[in-house]
């Protein structure tokens, strides 16, 4: 998902003693496999998953991690293992993720069969170590979305980035992990824009996976910073690992105007999130999905009637294997003329 | 003096309006697509360039529509923009106070909703094509009608039949099923119409406030039946102008005026050769379509490609 691959197989390298096979880029194919193998209208990240599942099996994996809760998503790995097991593939699944709950007791137990001589301490160590990782890449993040758009030099940005990666996978402790934050983020500062103060800014939510994997939302990021705008998405893996459940209460206790009950996935943090954008003045709210995602559809009347009241415009975008990539291209542009043309 | 030429090459129709300074329409033309936007927009330019009087020259050129990236680069356009920005300013220019607009043409169907000459929201039809021109125009051949006389026909009926229109399969099988029945050809007619237009209220227009004025534009407005259960449905007056189907065009144009670059424009397009030639990329497992463009045998852009790997500069 995303360049999130790099902490995970950090982590793993560093715990276990395994050939650690990093799942191949999601490609065409990828999504292919995955909607022959799947029920017709399961929501999109499972033919992702299970494509991707199918290609690593390819290469030569015979353990799969996978994990996943908040909504229907927390069923999926068992459906996913059986669909599997039917194509005649043999391999291990560890479901990091059951009833919705992490049991770190279980989680050892699995690490354990993996490798006999998995050391608790060395885990946690480089657990940690991991974490600290993904906060610094997910901070890297935001200040890329805000500043990419306006870059001079093509690919400033993006070639830094995968500079920082490459480092970030060879550190030892956390100290040497923040010094090269530290210095990247000097860098990033550093790369030549070219950013007007009233520029025009759009907050991305939705659903967390076709956020965060660029692949399945069609680089509606990077089309978007091709238009000179300000990009703010809330949805990142530090949030889903840290910060979800603090988010998720206090968006209730902000939005109680618009909702009684916890919506479940990141539903309700998208209601908070959507009047936090109104408020902050953002130029325009896109909301993006995969098909059939429940949580989503349900909570899409409410932010509606938010951007509605807060006189922000919003738009909803479904994404499925079958989405015709011209017609996203189109209304995209026309959201930002709209945009640009309220601004003037 | 100086004129601009905007372009709207939709999936059925390939609109060309000409227009002068004040947003005059000097000429226009209105003729099939029929699959080739190419084919379609040179014999569009040979019958407007022959429509314009000899002292115009033409400063600006601009596409919009389904191909307006394809026909912007065979006529060098100096605007290539959708649909939507189009019609909003082309409707703008005749009718500044405009609310609602109601789009509905061939292939896609949309809602654009404007306040103080701002569009503030849109949408456009996402899954099928049952709300659309092309649904009738496949009936009224099915069912052996003119597609102009249609709307006369609709008019006559005092009982329209209700017809499943969900989908365009679905609403085709309950077509028949009605026929097979007894039912009258008018009244079946007249479903139709009123079922693209409660099918159109309830997809593209869901949740959005329609306020007057309301204009109703693209290939279908000019089907009276269509109009007529609009007017009854919205409860309010709904205003078809006689250049409808042209307004993409004329919106264009007049942005192709304010984006003018100076330079001058030649219509003598006909013998430009333009060809494309789709190709398989390979690179890698993605396999993007690539779509190579040569404009007289020169290969001017790629598209269709995923990565960095064909950018254009």
């Known amino acids: 998902m995303g360049d999130y691959y790099v902490p995970a197989k950090y982590l793993l390298n560093k715990i276990v003693d395994a050939e650690i096979l990093v799942a191949p880029f999601i490609t065409a194919k990828t999504i292919e496999l995955g909607s022959k193998y799947s029920p017709e209208f399961v929501c999109t990240p499972f033919k992702y998953t299970l494509g991707t599942m199918i290609e690593s099996l390819d290469n030569g994996a015979n353990i799969l991690i996978q994990f996943g809760g908040g909504c229907r998503y927390g069923y999926y790995s068992e459906l996913q293992e059986q669909i599997l097991k039917d194509l005649g593939y043999k391999f291990e699944l560890l479901n990091l993720i059951t009833n919705g709950k ?34 610094y890449m997910d901070k890297i993040d935001d200040y890329i979305r805000k500043n990419i758009g306006f870059e001079i030099n093509k690919s400033s940005f993006s070639n830094l980035k995968k500079e920082m990666l490459e480092k970030f996978a060879s550190v030892n402790n956390p100290f040497s992990l923040y010094i090269l ?23 991305i939510i939705g659903e967390l996976y076709t956020l965060m994997e660029p692949f399945s939302n069609y680089y509606l990021e990077r089309e978007l910073a091709k238009f000179n705008i300000e990009l703010k998405r809330f949805t990142n893996v530090t949030y889903l690992l840290l910060k979800y459940k603090k988010v ?22 998208n209601v908070y999130w959507t009047k936090y954008l109104c408020d902050k003045k953002y130029d325009g709210i896109i909301h993006i999905k995969s098909s059939f995602c429940t949580p989503e559809i349900g909570v899409m009347p409410i932010l509606d009637k938010i951007a509605n009241e807060k006189n922000v415009p919003m738009i909803h975008f479904s994404f499925d294997s079958n989405t015709s990539e011209v017609g996203i291209k189109t209304r995209l542009e026309a959201f930002y003329d709209m945009i640009e043309m309220r601004r003037k | 003096m100086n004129c601009y030429l905007g372009v709207d090459i939709g999936s059925i129709s390939t609109k060309g309006v000409i227009i002068d300074e004040n947003n005059n329409i000097i000429t226009s033309s209105y003729i099939w697509t029929e699959g080739n936007p190419v084919n379609a927009v040179k014999k569009l330019i040979n019958i407007l360039k ?77 899954l099928c094509a049952a709300g ?42 309950d077509l028949i099923h009605k026929a097979q029945v007894g039912y009258k050809k008018e009244d079946i007619v007249a479903g139709l119409c009123k079922s693209i237009v409660l099918n159109y209220l309830n997809n ?70 333009f060809d494309t030639k789709a190709i ?11 779509l190579r463009i040569y404009k007289d045998n020169k290969l001017i852009d790629i598209w269709g490609n995923r990565c960095d790997k064909y950018i254009k500069n």
């Open chain 1, 102 to 135: 992490a049991n770190i007791k279980r989680i050892y137990k699995m690490i354990k069969r993996i490798d006999k001589n998995f050391n608790v301490f060395k885990g946690l160590y480089y657990f940690f170590i991991t974490i600290k990782m993904v906060k």
């Open chain 1, 181 to 203: 934050y530290k210095k990247y983020f000097k860098r990033f500062k550093k790369i030549k824009i070219n950013k007007s103060k009233n520029c025009l800014k759009v907050g």
């Open chain 1, 248 to 269: 998720n209460k206090k968006a209730l206790k902000k939005s109680k105007e618009y909702m009684k009950y916890q919506f479940s996935a990141d539903a309700s943090s």
């Open chain 2, 50 to 126: 022959n429509n314009l009087d000899s002292k115009y020259v033409v400063k600006g050129i601009g596409t919009t529509g389904s191909a307006r990236k394809l026909i912007g680069l065979l006529l060098d356009a100096n605007i290539v923009k959708n649909e939507i920005m189009a019609h909003a300013i082309g409707t703008l220019s005749i009718y500044p106070d405009v609310k609602t607009i109601l789009e509905i043409g061939g292939q896609d169907s949309k809602i654009i909703l404007l306040n103080n000459g701002i569009i503030t929201d849109y949408a456009m039809n996402t």
């Open chain 2, 132 to 173: 659309t021109g092309s649904f009738l125009s496949s009936q009224a051949k099915r069912l052996n009608i003119n597609i102009e006389d249609f709307g006369p026909l609709a008019l006559k009926s005092n009982n329209p039949v209700k017809i499943a229109a969900r989908c365009t399969v679905f609403a085709e099988s």
């Open chain 2, 204 to 273: 593209v227009g869901k949740g959005k406030k329609i306020k007057s004025p309301v204009i109703f534009q693209g290939g279908v407005s000019k089907n009276l039946g269509v109009l007529k259960y609009f007017k009854e449905i919205l409860n309010t007056d709904v205003i078809v102008d006689p250049n409808s189907h042209l307004m993409g065009a004329l919106g264009i144009a007049i942005l192709a005026k304010k984006n003018s670059l100076g330079k001058t424009y030649d219509l003598n397009i006909q013998n430009i050769s």
């Open chain 2, 280 to 290: 398989d990329c390979g690179g890698c497992s993605n396999n993007c379509e690539l």
